[in-house]
């Protein structure tokens, strides 16, 4: 029995020396971020500047009515080749006939009331303004008559020249207001296409009227299309703050362009004009964060042990990469995986 209590009483000590024993090991954590990174070095670009846009001709051309109506008659349809002359919509005649008749009619009454003023005035019955009074009416009356037809004539759409019908934006029935646009149209049969790009401020600076391109897009597949710069725009965009350029082809086109199609070019200035801006960085585009435009971000890291998130200024696009023309100076290396969770100033691991 007195064995058995010394059991219990050691047991029950051995029980609290337990419960009050504090732990022993603490458990770290790393809490930087993991991510993989890659090395940024400057391509030569000296002779060449990456840029990008979109397929147009210098003569399209939003068709319309001279005057309002009901829309009779559309002849074509999107894509439609059309030729100059061609008839492409009518409208409704019914008023637009009342009015010539109309302003017929009150040149017809014109005439009478003049003629009758002149024998009245031989006859000395009518005074010489009267007469004169006569012949204002008269040439009024037939001012408004040659306004109707003009407007008559005006009523139908024709195509100014050959090309093709780009978008139709009116129906059969459907009330249009008067210079309300109902073809959009352009010449593409009978002019050149351009590839219409957006510059920067650098760019714009860079290239020259005549200066040599290279223009690429899908339909045309690896080829190269010969191309030549015939404009600079001296304004930029409001919006955008993008100066606008266009590139004519010269070469065969191959594959066909639609108005709109996005494409590529290589330009080669003739002239260097800063040194800068042959400078260019290829980045993936996994790297390239909130792109809007020529404009995005990118995380840097130069003590890999943090982040710098810096704007960076895109010049055009590759297959994989994104050019960058402006922002990765003095950059040792970029974040190309991960970035996702950064944020400026972030703790970060490089992994392999």
């Given at each position: 029995?007195?064995?058995l209590?010394?059991?219990?009483?050691?047991?029950?000590?051995?029980?609290?020396?337990?419960?009050?024993?504090?732990?022993t090991?603490?458990?770290?954590?790393d809490?930087?971020?993991?991510?993989?990174?890659?090395?940024?070095?400057?391509l030569?670009?000296?002779?060449?500047?990456?840029?990008?846009?979109?397929?147009?001709?210098?003569?399209?051309?939003m068709?319309?009515?001279?005057?309002?109506?009901?829309v009779d008659?559309?002849?074509?349809?999107?894509?439609?080749?059309?030729?100059?002359?061609?008839l492409?919509?009518?409208?409704k005649?019914?008023?637009?006939?009342?009015?010539?008749?109309q302003?017929?009619?009150?040149?017809?009454?014109?005439?009478?009331?003049?003629?009758?003023?002149?024998?009245?005035?031989?006859?000395?019955?009518?005074?010489?303004?009267?007469?004169?009074?006569s012949?204002?009416?008269?040439?009024?009356a037939?001012?408004?008559?040659?306004?109707?037809?003009?407007?008559?004539?005006?009523?139908?759409?024709?195509?100014?020249?050959?090309?093709?019908?780009?978008?139709?934006?009116?129906?059969?029935?459907?009330?249009?207001?008067s210079?309300?646009?109902?073809?959009?149209?352009n010449?593409?049969?009978?002019?050149?296409?351009?590839?219409?790009?957006?510059?920067?401020?650098?760019?714009?600076?860079?290239?020259?009227?005549?200066?040599?391109?290279?223009?690429?897009?899908?339909a045309?597949?690896?080829?190269s299309i010969?191309?030549?710069?015939?404009?600079k725009?001296?304004?930029?965009?409001?919006v955008?703050?993008?100066?606008?350029?266009?590139?004519?082809?010269?070469?065969?086109?191959?594959?066909?362009?639609?108005?709109?199609?996005?494409?590529?070019a290589?330009?080669?200035?003739?002239?260097?004009?800063?040194?800068?801006?042959?400078?260019?960085?290829?980045?993936?585009?996994?790297?390239?964060?909130?792109?809007?435009?020529?404009?995005?971000?990118?995380?840097v890291?130069?003590?890999?042990?943090t982040?710098?998130?810096v704007?960076?200024?895109?010049?055009?696009?590759?297959?994989?990469?994104v050019?960058?023309?402006?922002?990765?100076?003095?950059?040792?290396?970029?974040?190309?995986?991960?970035?996702?969770?950064?944020?400026?100033?972030?703790?970060?691991?490089?992994?392999q």
């Amino acid at each position: 029995m007195k064995k058995l209590s010394a059991f219990i009483a050691l047991s029950a000590l051995l029980l609290a020396s337990c419960n009050h024993q504090q732990p022993t090991a603490k458990t770290t954590t790393d809490e930087r971020i993991p991510v993989k990174v890659m090395e940024v070095t400057p391509l030569n670009g000296a002779a060449q500047l990456h840029i990008s846009g979109q397929f147009t001709t210098d003569d399209e051309a939003m068709l319309s009515f001279k005057t309002g109506g009901v829309v009779d008659r559309i002849m074509v349809k999107e894509g439609d080749a059309i030729h100059a002359g061609q008839l492409l919509a009518t409208l409704k005649l019914t008023e637009i006939d009342a009015l010539v008749q109309q302003a017929t009619l009150a040149l017809e009454k014109a005439k009478r009331d003049n003629t009758r003023a002149t024998n009245l005035y031989k006859d000395s019955v009518a005074t010489l303004e009267q007469l004169q009074n006569s012949k204002t009416a008269l040439d009024l009356a037939t001012q408004q008559l040659e306004a109707a037809r003009f407007n008559r004539s005006y009523s139908e759409i024709r195509a100014a020249k050959d090309g093709f019908v780009l978008r139709k934006l009116a129906a059969e029935g459907q009330v249009v207001s008067s210079g309300a646009p109902v073809f959009q149209t352009n010449g593409a049969r009978s002019s050149a296409w351009l590839l219409r790009v957006s510059l920067s401020d650098r760019q714009w600076a860079a290239i020259s009227v005549n200066d040599k391109a290279n223009v690429q897009w899908d339909a045309a597949g690896k080829e190269s299309i010969a191309g030549v710069v015939v404009r600079k725009s001296q304004g930029a965009d409001p919006v955008s703050g993008q100066i606008a350029a266009d590139i004519k082809l010269t070469g065969h086109i191959p594959g066909g362009i639609a108005s709109g199609m996005f494409g590529k070019a290589v330009v080669f200035p003739s002239v260097v004009k800063d040194t800068q801006t042959a400078t260019l960085w290829t980045v993936p585009y996994d790297a390239l964060l909130d792109a809007d435009g020529s404009m995005g971000y990118v995380f840097v890291v130069n003590d890999d042990n943090t982040v710098k998130k810096v704007k960076v200024l895109i010049q055009g696009m590759e297959k994989d990469n994104v050019l960058i023309s402006d922002g990765l100076q003095g950059a040792k290396s970029i974040v190309v995986s991960g970035s996702a969770y950064l944020t400026d100033n972030s703790n970060i691991r490089i992994i392999q």
